[in-house]
């Protein structure tokens, strides 16, 4: 398996809207295992195609203090939302930046395996959040989006200082 580069807020590219998968062959279920792998490393508790710069509809995600209960959704869709809950949510493509954000408590969502199967999955309390924060991605939109414009600018900025300080602390490298 392979580490995938997480692309970083604002990269447009976090905007594209995924299509659905149409192959359900043996590169969908690598890029799937790649996508969990490179989750669990950042770490992380769900991540989107998208943000891995394959836009098709696919997610991962596990939820599980263990870390050993990882779920695909593939064209996942949403059948049914029920309740309110508001979580401080994170994301792998804007690091170190939280905000509460509101969502469904309780969701039926439809989706397919890696093998192209359909299943239903219910799901309530983090589960739930993170499948919609994860599907936000398939549509090319991101938990800052829910803040306001001016919060919205002041995390671009924090992340843009973040990268300056990150590459001028990184060691200078000689051509030989």
Known sequence: M????ILEF??????????PVTD???ALARLAENMLETMYAAPGVGLAATQ???HRQLLVLDVSEEKNAPH????PRILAKEGSQTYQEGCLSVPGIFAEVERAEHIRVEAQDVHGASFTLEAGGLLAVCIQHEMDHLIGKLFVDYL???KREL???KLEKQRRQAASAAPATAAL
């Open 148 to 150: 306001s414009p001016l």
């Open 52 to 54: 891995v710069d394959v």
């Open 72 to 75: 695909v959704l593939v064209n």
């Open 155 to 157: 995390v671009r900025k």
């Open 10 to 19: 604002p990269d447009p590219r976090l905007r594209t809207k995924a299509v």
């Open 24 to 26: 359900f062959g043996p």
């Open 2 to 5: 392979a580490l995938l580069n």
